[in-house]
């Protein structure tokens, strides 16, 4: 039985389905996508990224110390790809539905 | 906040952390992420509150490391073993309605703060066979404090409680089955095989072995568990063929032998100590049929690996 991925999961994810990225860059990136509206803190970011790399969704690309702060690149693996894939695909047929149903009923004044 | 308070906060944040999070840089890359975002929102120093943040992580990175002493099919058997066995337990005492050891023949049942902890305890297994590993986590982490605050306080204000020895097997257990993660990734049928079987086990230790003892002349019991009343013996054939349906149809045919092992070997024991099954004897038949459902509840938790197809949380 599949079950439901978690929000962090799924935007950490997101934020590195274009390229490979840092810790920081991730957090930003989320930031980014969602508009400004959700933050990761710290702890849920690098708990994220930490299960994921365990779990063989993430590998480590590359690692670099940008003043004297230990930076290490994560990027997709095809495993990690396929779910989000997945995962996109089944929110994209929920919002299909719902507008779906949206549209059968016009919005009244 | 001053340089020299700078460098403390920062030690101490970096102490939270395991020895193996501080060697292999991991802790290093979390409080670079943190000082990264201070930096860009123009702070020289973390804050209290990501202090707190990184704290948190770390902590939970420590207990998380001193589980990974463990290879994942031991964890995976030990919070098997202690939610079947915790749920199990729970049942049992539910039944019994184990208020202090000097509970008289007939004394009313759920007259004690336990009812409070077993109800806890089933839902909390029940939550977990489904599937939810976070909210199973929050309902073992309250029980564990429910039962915490029990063994602490209940006797100060006045309430009856279990006996002390008891409630640290509950607590004991409600701890190790907090790392419900690796059961969250076997599969649905093997957890209700493992959850479903135990509370039915639990049932039967209960009912037929000690509550044989406890309600002696009372309409259902007759100080003999095999001496039921009719009233009784039609009610427990209708659980049983109820709860072994219903087991049936959440575990599966794979894991239904197994089940059957774990939920049948309490009733089977009792009917082999036949009509002596007092005293003596039920503490044999309790010991017998914890002993076959520890061996049942092994093998189904080593018959398969995890589910890979579980989505990491």
Redesign the interface.
């Known amino acids: ?6 929000e962090p ?1 799924f935007l950490v994810l997101a934020a590195l389905a274009d390229q490979p990225r840092h ?2 860059g991730v ?1 930003q990136e989320v930031t980014q996508m969602s508009g400004g509206t959700i933050r990761l ?3 849920t ?3 994220a990224l ?3 790399r365990d ?1 063989g ?1 993430l590998r480590e690309v590359r ?1 670099e110390f940008v003043d004297g ?4 690149y994560y990027d997709l693996t095809n495993a990690g790809r396929s ?1 989000l894939t997945a995962e996109v695909e089944q929110l994209d047929r929920r919002a299909n539905e719902a507008r779906r149903r949206l549209s059968h009923r016009p919005v009244t004044a | 906040m001053t340089g020299s308070e700078d460098q403390r906060s920062a030690r101490l944040i970096y102490a939270c952390f395991p020895r193996s999070w501080r060697t292999d840089g991991r802790a290093d890359e979390a409080l670079g992420i943190a000082w990264d975002g201070a930096d860009d929102a123009g702070r020289e120093d973390l804050g209290a509150k990501q202090a707190l943040d990184l704290s948190w992580l770390g902590l939970r990175a420590r207990v998380g490391a001193a589980a990974q002493f463990l290879p994942l099919a031991t964890r995976r058997l030990v919070v098997g073993l202690a939610l079947g066995g915790g749920v199990g337990l729970a049942v049992c005492l539910l039944f019994i309605a184990a208020v202090p050891p000097t509970t008289s023949p007939g004394a009313a049942p759920l007259a004690s703060a336990g009812t409070a902890l077993y109800l806890a305890w089933i839902l909390s297994s029940l939550v977990a066979a489904a599937g939810s590993e976070a909210l199973a986590r929050l309902c073992l982490a309250g029980t564990a404090v429910l039962t915490a605050a029990t063994a602490l306080f209940a006797e100060s204000a006045g309430i009856r409680r279990p006996a002390l020895f008891l409630l640290a097997i509950l607590f004991a257990l409600s701890v190790l089955a907090l790392g419900v993660r690796p059961l969250a990734r076997q599969r649905a049928q093997e957890r209700w095989a493992i959850v479903g079987s135990a509370i039915i086990a639990g049932f039967g230790i209960g009912a037929l072995g000690r509550g044989a003892t406890y309600f002696p002349s009372t309409s259902l019991y007759y100080g003999n568990a095999l001496m039921l009343s009719t009233l009784a013996k039609v009610t427990l054939l209708a659980f049983a063929v109820a709860a072994l349906l219903a087991l049936g149809s959440l575990t599966g045919r794979r894991y239904y032998l197994p089940a059957l092992v774990i939920s049948a070997g309490p009733w089977a024991v009792l009917a082999a100590c036949g009509s002596t099954a007092q005293g003596r004897a039920v503490y044999i038949h309790i010991a017998t049929a914890t002993v076959s459902w520890f061996f049942a509840t092994t093998m189904v938790l080593t018959m398969n690996r995890p589910n890979k197809a579980a989505v990491p949380a």
């Open positions: 039985m599949r079950t439901e991925m978690r999961t810790g920081y957090q803190k710290t702890s970011l690098y708990a930490d299960r994921l779990d969704w690692q702060r230990l930076r290490r779910a």
